[in-house]
């Protein structure tokens, strides 16, 4: 799936998400800022040997993996619902 350049928001449990789309080292990254003050997130999609993608963290932090996939999850829906429109 390819991701547009522009910044974008999301509601993730009731705290907004201000989503920064950013290109570093050939990869597109996203750096999650948190209304709730929470240290922001940057994350990307990896691809494991067997071709299966995944949402990890940059730089990796095993605390955050989940919040991670819940993040890339909505973020994948969001750019889903803007194809549509």
């Known amino acids: 799936m390819a991701f547009t350049a522009d910044d974008f928001e999301i509601d993730h449990f009731g705290v907004i998400l201000h989503i920064k789309v950013l290109e570093m080292q050939e990869r597109t990254v996203f750096r999650i800022i948190f209304s709730d003050f929470q240290d922001d997130l940057f994350i990307t999609?990896?691809?494991l040997s067997d071709g299966?993608?995944?949402w990890m963290t940059v730089p990796e932090d095993p605390?955050?993996?989940t919040q991670?996939?819940?993040i890339g999850r909505e973020i994948v829906a969001y750019f889903k619902v803007q194809k549509n429109v």
């Open 68 to 70: 991670a996939i819940e």
């Open 63 to 65: 605390k955050r993996q």
């Open 52 to 54: 299966k993608r995944y």
């Open 45 to 47: 999609r990896a691809t």
